[in-house]
């Protein structure tokens, strides 16, 4: 893949034989969000569909009482060994640093055994990881159409031009366009490439893992100076302080409990209460004390992180077509991967438009 390029890539608008193609984008998570801003500072416009009220996906946060907290991914952080697109994730990192979206945040660490674990650099948002976003989206070119979920992508060919049907639950059409990006989990993007079999074959082949996630508030501060406990753990993944995070400012003490993906799998079904139950002990346990939380929110993400086609491309593009697809399950692990997906991603399609 090619895509280093893409940073100074620009869309070509004064051939004067073709018009400024119309692109659509599902999905609004760091994925899309990250290809809009791409395709809008290169002079695309962008319409950005997404079925939530607010933009983050897999970044968003929850209210927790009269506080907010990162229900999702808790920070951003790149991989110390190379990446195998070669892109610049910690140098995207460091600018969204330098620009005030992000914040560095190097926790006091401990494993579940209570030793302290060196320190790591991990970047937060505003107030929340979906700032960044937001801030991303923050520009003209990008019209975000939010709680709205988009049912189907058909093709469409009038006057020897093909093009691309959006239309919502309701069978309300959302537009035709010259180009769609499919920017979702695998299984929601199944749907959305009926019209694409070979693609729509290969997001069914993702496994996502599930997480349960308990988020409590404490008016009191728990008496602990840790921050962030992670390691091995039979139920635990990763305990947060997120009332710690810089820039938060919270009345409240916040924090996540994150459950491990096998043991959130086997609970997959279970009522919330049992749930928040088991969460709520492992934590007393880990504590060694009973807290008891002023406000809580137990959540199931039925898609957290997954398993990944790992394309060489990192993407999928139908050039015939228009149809595009992105996100972490083609290009690797987690949010790293679905921000190398939507780079490469970007650069193919200003490389498209410009021929
Ligand atoms: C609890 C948790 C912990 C995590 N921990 C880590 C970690 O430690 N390290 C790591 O690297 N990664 C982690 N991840 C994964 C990381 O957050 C994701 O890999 C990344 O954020 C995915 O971004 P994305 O844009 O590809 O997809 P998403 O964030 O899932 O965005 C897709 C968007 O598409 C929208 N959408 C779906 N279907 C439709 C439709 N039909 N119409 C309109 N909109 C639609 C969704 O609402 C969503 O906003 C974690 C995730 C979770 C939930």
Same mark, same amino acid.
């Given at each position: 893949?090619?895509?280093?390029?893409?940073?100074?890539?620009?869309?070509?608008?004064?051939?004067?034989?073709?018009?400024?193609?119309?692109?659509?984008?599902?999905?609004?998570?760091?994925?899309?969000?990250?290809?809009?801003?791409?395709?809008?500072?290169?002079?695309?416009?962008?319409?950005?569909?997404?079925?939530?009220?607010?933009?983050?996906?897999?970044?968003?946060?929850?209210?927790?009482?009269?506080?907010?907290?990162?229900?999702?991914?808790?920070?951003?952080?790149?991989?110390?060994?190379?990446?195998?697109?070669?892109?610049?994730?910690?140098?995207?990192?460091?600018?969204?640093?330098?620009?005030?979206?992000?914040?560095?945040?190097?926790?006091?660490?401990?494993?579940?055994?209570?030793?302290?674990?060196?320190?790591?650099?991990?970047?937060?948002?505003?107030?929340?990881?979906?700032?960044?976003?937001?801030?991303?989206?923050?520009?003209?070119?990008?019209?975000?159409?939010?709680?709205?979920?988009?049912?189907?992508?058909?093709?469409?060919?009038?006057?020897?031009?093909?093009?691309?049907?959006?239309?919502?639950?309701?069978?309300?059409?959302?537009?035709?366009?010259?180009?769609?990006?499919?920017?979702?989990?695998?299984?929601?993007?199944?749907?959305?490439? /009926?019209?694409?079999?070979? !693609?729509?074959?290969?997001?069914?082949?993702? +496994?996502?893992? #599930?997480? $349960?996630? @308990?988020?409590?508030?404490?008016?009191?501060?728990?008496?602990?100076?840790?921050?962030?406990?992670?390691?091995?753990?039979?139920?635990?993944?990763?305990?947060?302080?997120?009332?710690? /995070?810089?820039?938060?400012? !919270?009345?409240?003490?916040?924090?996540?409990? +994150?459950?491990? #993906?096998? $043991?959130? @799998?086997?609970?997959?079904?279970?009522?919330?209460?049992?749930?928040?139950?088991?969460?709520?002990?492992?934590?007393?346990?880990?504590?060694?004390?009973?807290?008891?939380?002023?406000?809580?929110?137990?959540?199931?993400?039925?898609?957290?992180?997954?398993?990944?086609?790992?394309?060489?491309?990192?993407? @999928?593009?139908?050039?015939?077509?228009?149809?595009?697809?992105?996100?972490?399950?083609?290009?690797?692990?987690?949010?790293?991967?679905?921000?190398?997906?939507?780079?490469?991603?970007?650069?193919?399609?200003?490389?498209?438009?410009?021929?």
């Amino acid at each position: 893949m090619s895509a280093s390029k893409s940073h100074s890539a620009s869309l070509n608008t004064t051939s004067g034989t073709s018009s400024v193609p119309s692109i659509a984008i599902i999905g609004a998570g760091l994925a899309g969000c990250t290809l809009a801003h791409q395709l809008a500072e290169a002079g695309c416009r962008v319409d950005l569909f997404e079925k939530s009220r607010g933009t983050g996906g897999r970044l968003a946060s929850c209210r927790v009482g009269e506080e907010t907290a990162d229900l999702g991914a808790n920070w951003l952080e790149w991989e110390a060994k190379p990446s195998a697109h070669h892109l610049p994730f910690q140098d995207w990192l460091s600018k969204q640093e330098a620009e005030g979206h992000l914040h560095l945040w190097q926790p006091i660490t401990q494993n579940f055994q209570r030793e302290a674990q060196p320190d790591r650099k991990r970047y937060v948002g505003n107030n929340r990881l979906s700032a960044l976003t937001r801030s991303l989206i923050n520009h003209n070119n990008i019209t975000l159409h939010s709680g709205i979920r988009v049912e189907s992508v058909k093709p469409r060919m009038s006057n020897g031009r093909s093009s691309l049907l959006l239309t919502d639950t309701a069978h309300h059409a959302l537009g035709t366009f010259d180009q769609v990006v499919v920017a979702t989990p695998a299984p929601q993007a199944v749907p959305l490439l /009926k019209a694409e079999p070979a !693609l729509q074959a290969l997001a069914q082949k993702v +496994q996502p893992d #599930a997480c $349960w996630t @308990l988020v409590l508030g404490f008016e009191t501060p728990l008496s602990t100076p840790i921050e962030l406990f992670e390691g091995e753990h039979p139920v635990l993944r990763r305990v947060v302080r997120d009332s710690r /995070k810089p820039g938060r400012h !919270l009345a409240e003490d916040i924090w996540v409990i +994150q459950a491990k #993906a096998d $043991w959130s @799998l086997q609970m997959v079904d279970d009522e919330k209460e049992h749930v928040q139950k088991a969460l709520e002990h492992a934590f007393h346990q880990l504590m060694q004390s009973q807290p008891v939380a002023d406000s809580a929110r137990c959540h199931r993400w039925l898609y957290s992180t997954c398993t990944s086609l790992n394309l060489d491309s990192g993407f @999928l593009h139908d050039p015939q077509t228009g149809l595009s697809v992105c996100g972490d399950w083609l290009a690797g692990f987690g949010f790293e991967a679905s921000w190398q997906s939507a780079m490469a991603l970007s650069h193919t399609l200003l490389s498209g438009l410009n021929k």
